[in-house]
């Protein structure tokens, strides 16, 4: 079945490499995070070449519920815990500086993606979760996160519990903003080619060579690899990966739904928000 995403809309599609090429950049793998890559280098005047083993865009930014937040489904008071506050600090300021970056973009680039500030909330799933959301309110405000505390929220908040609203997260849709930047990168001369799989590299004092799956090599002074899972290192990232897979659904639900308690808020969280970490649940 395909993603609400791709069924409103589809990227353009390009051939396999058929010969051997050479470029400044090579980016394997044309998700959000490659075309994004792509884009910039391109801006900066790099010839790019983006190479990915399927469709452009074609693998998880076609099913993400789009989401652009700077609230953290895992917490800013773990962060904090495990790094310390300077570095939940920065990531934060990380996270608000790639949302203004994409909203620069659409504008910029005249990209039509729906792009729009939305407020984003953290609901506690029931009543004994609540603490997790007053230890992530103190650490918030103390790293400059710009968060208040709401009785209402776009669901029903379990009884005696308030939601945390976090201020100018966005939404976006993430098909047609990454066809945007295809075409921004086609403009400034870039190529894309589809079905084009990495399969190995070698790496020298000069820069990179890529070896695709179907023969043709890529001469580029760099490699990106932006494959969401590492293709080229087998070791160091996949050792410490477990395999998951999410989905979201979304559908009416019954009037007397909105009753739920418990458990049943959690399930059906889950489902309006298509992210759900144990005892928090986030919407917007
Ligand atoms: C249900 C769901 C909901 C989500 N909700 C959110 C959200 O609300 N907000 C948020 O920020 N994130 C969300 N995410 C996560 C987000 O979608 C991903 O982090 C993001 O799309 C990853 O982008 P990417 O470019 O790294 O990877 P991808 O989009 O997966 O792109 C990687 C590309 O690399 C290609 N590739 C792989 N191997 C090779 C190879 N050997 N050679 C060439 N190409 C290769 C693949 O074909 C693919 O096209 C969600 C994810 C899911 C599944």
Redesign the pocket.
Known sequence: MPSLWRAQTEPPKFPRLGNDASCDLVV?????????SAYEAARCGARVIV???????????????????SELDDFYFELSRAMGEDRARLYHESQVAAINRVEAICADENIAADFARVPGYLVAAEPAHQAELVQEYDVCRRIGVEVEWSDTAPVPLPHGTRALRFARQA?FH?LKYCAGLVEAIRNRGGQFYGQ????AHDQDGSGVTIQ??SGPRIRAAAAL?????P?NDRVAIHTKQVPM????MAGRSPPEASRMRSSGIRSKLIIM???SRRATA?TG
Do not use: K
């Open positions: 394997v793998g044309a998700g959000i995070a490659g075309l994004s190479i990915d083993r399927g469709d452009i865009a074609g693998g998880m930014t076609a099913r993400t519920t789009a989401h652009l937040a939404r993430p084009t799989a990495y399969v695709t799956e690899f932006a494959t969401n899972s293709v897979r999410t989905y979201a928000s298509g992210c986030r």
